[in-house]
């Protein structure tokens, strides 16, 4: 098939985007496909490609930090117009499948796909109602709760509030707490704090494009992840951290964390958890077509409340779906393979 990839991106997790896409060009080469590489925030959309079977695709390297947030403008106004009639569009158009590898932002909130939508594109992944529905924590926490999808407590920091609200001083009372956008991706700007003091200390550099806030009590036990393809629930993956948060730095350094796949914990407990992924899966509107990556971390009496959802996980060479979909005897190929399958069933 002829499959355009869309990669990079106006979001923090760009370099994410942009790693995952070199390796899904890779394998989908591999499997005899023949590939384009977008990034429709580009000044030159066209990454590479059209590239053919035994064509080289050179990797690219995650930082240690997310790209700069002076430089979304620039990038979001050429996304726009990529997809407002840009040329760009129309090597979409021409593709038998989009396969989205954006990460975040508009890539992961409806944005994108609402306009692949309009434009009559197939694409892999979610669709827009499942991905704005997960892109929004607090929300979406609420959908899984209602569905019985074990949440923490939560309390909101509305943007341009003056002073802390009332329900988030009450949990910094009981004790540390998590603070993160209430719509963002890949742990950018996730921190632990520890007094009321500290969270007003952090809360301008999480904010600082007027981001709503989502504070949570500290969870302090082990840290797992499922993904789900299609309808098949993949093996459960511990995150075995060195640090109080598996933050930007440790999900895309290597080594910097210990992942272990299939986790070592006994079978009813994996077994409840991907009970529970595959519950939030589709609480969120996630179909058959599609899939997702849902986290967990347990609280200090080893109960596991679901983090969060996640639309487009990360499909570079150390993210967590691979490593998943490794433990359930696939290859890369085998699982980029799986994606465009669902979507073009």
Known sequence: MRIVILCGGESPERDVSLASGSSVARALLERGHEVLLVDPAAEEPVLAGPLRPGDVVDGFEVGKEPPAGHERHGLRRRMAAAFDGGPALALLRDADVVFTALHGGWGEDGWVQERLEAAGVRFTGADS??????????????????????????????????????????????????????????????HRADSLAELERLAPEMRADGAELLVEPFLPGREFTVGVIGGQVLPVIEIELSTPL?????????????EVCPALIPEEFASRLQQLALRAHEALGFGPHTYSRTDFRCDATGEPMCLEVNALPGLTATSLLPLAASGAGWTYA????????????
């Open 129 to 190: 109602t499942a991905c704005a529905a997960a892109w929004h924590k607090e929300r979406a926490q609420a959908v899984l709760a209602a569905a019985g999808v074990p949440v923490t407590e939560r309390a909101l920091w509305p943007a341009g509030t003056d002073g802390v609200p009332q329900e988030v001083r009450r949990l910094v009372a009981a004790g540390p707490v998590v603070a993160k956008p209430v719509a963002d991706g890949s742990s950018v700007s996730v």
């Open 246 to 258: 598996f933050d930007y730095a440790a999900k895309y350094q290597p080594g910097a964390v210990s």
């Open 334 to 345: 085998d699982l980029a393979e799986r994606i465009v399958s669902l979507a073009t069933r």
